[in-house]
């Protein structure tokens, strides 16, 4: 594994993070293994959200799991997010919601604090203020250690930084071969031929880059949202053709060089991994062993489907 220290975050943290959005489809003992292969893969960052999961589910799954697995609750991070509200079917970001969000999620983690707590989806009526005012709450009563958010343009970060004292570590963002949004935009930029073109986040990567907030890239092995993995995905033959041959010639899966052109990135990205299958797992951290050349870079993204303009 390969570690990084978070810009004004968490340090010596794994560029793999585990994601638990589908944590809740196993049973307690599969959970502990899922949670007890990370770790000893060398994953210490696990991903939580209010909403994975039916009422909270994916957190309290973990949490009846963790002390099967033998790990010290000081030796991960726990990430959670708040701010989606599924029974309420809309986005909330008053100060109300965040702490009363935040006392949920440490109960139904069964933990003291958060290493991170991101915002989720923007609630697109939030006000900074109210939001300031929930930070420096949940800073002061030690709930919650470093703050960010996941999925927000340049803009609502710079409204939010007006106002919020301390620093936003993170933005969490859809990233994959597939979902290439984030790069596809600065590649094509005023191209009329093409969609790739369109920019549809204000160039939130390179805007990340310039203001210290690290990129945690989500479902990295998927097409679109709940499309499923391209991997071994008949639909995409280029694609897996030359993720098979490097895989080949590295010794790793195809998973794992999906998630090595993620990190070869030179943003310093995490790539968060939804997998609940320990092999799978172990396949993938083998992607930090992988140095792929700025040529194999290249030969993916186009594999991928898009062409040098
Ligand atoms: N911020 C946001 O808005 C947001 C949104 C979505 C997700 N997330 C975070 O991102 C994490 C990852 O999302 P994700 O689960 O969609 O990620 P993913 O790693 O792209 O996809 C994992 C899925 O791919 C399947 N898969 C099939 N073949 C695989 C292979 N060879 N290797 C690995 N997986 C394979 C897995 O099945 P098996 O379990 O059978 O391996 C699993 O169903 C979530 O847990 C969550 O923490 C954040």
Redesign the pocket.
């Known amino acids: 594994m390969r570690n990084i220290d978070i810009i004004n975050g968490p340090q010596n943290a794994s560029v793999i993070?585990?994601?638990?959005?589908?944590?809740p489809?196993l049973d307690k003992d599969a959970a502990a293994k899922v949670i007890r292969t990370a770790y000893d893969c060398g994953i210490n960052f696990f991903?939580?959200?209010t909403c994975?999961g039916e009422n909270g589910s994916?957190e309290i799954r973990f949490a009846e799991a963790f002390p099967l697995t033998g790990i010290k609750r000081e030796d991960i991070f726990i990430q959670s997010?708040c701010g989606?509200c599924p029974e309420r079917n809309e986005f909330d970001w008053t100060k109300d919601n965040i702490l009363s969000s935040v006392d949920d999620i440490l109960k139904r983690l069964n933990t003291e604090y958060l290493d991170t707590l991101?915002l989720?989806?923007p609630d697109v009526l939030f006000d900074p203020e109210e939001v300031a005012k929930a930070f420096d709450e949940l800073e002061e009563a030690g709930k919650v250690r470093h703050f960010g958010v996941?999925?927000l343009v340049p803009m609502q970060v710079e409204l939010l930084k007006k106002y919020v004292k301390q620093p936003i570590i993170i933005n969490?963002?859809?990233l994959?071969l597939e979902q290439s949004q984030l790069i596809d935009q600065a590649l094509y930029l005023n191209n009329k031929t093409t969609d790739f073109s369109i920019n549809r986040d204000g160039n939130v990567l390179d805007y990340c880059r310039l203001n210290d907030i690290t990129i945690?890239a989500?479902?990295?092995?998927?097409v679109g949202?709940?499309g499923?993995?391209f991997?071994?995905n008949p639909d995409y033959p280029e694609l897996n053709k030359t993720l098979g041959d490097m895989a080949e010639r590295e010794g790793v899966?195809?998973?794992a060089i999906a998630?090595a052109w993620i990190l070869r990135h030179p943003a310093g990205m995490q790539?968060?991994?939804?997998?609940?299958?320990p092999?799978?797992?172990k396949?993938?951290c083998a992607a930090t062993t992988v140095e792929l050349s700025h040529h194999d870079w290249y030969e993916l993204y186009l594999a991928s489907g898009k062409f040098l303009p």
């Open positions: 993070i585990q994601g638990c959005m589908r944590i489809a991903d939580h959200a994975y994916a997010k989606i991101l989720h989806r996941s999925n969490q963002l859809q994959s945690q989500w479902s990295p092995l998927q949202m709940f499923g993995t991997i071994d899966s195809k998973a998630i790539a968060i991994i939804g997998t609940m299958n092999e799978h797992i396949d993938i």
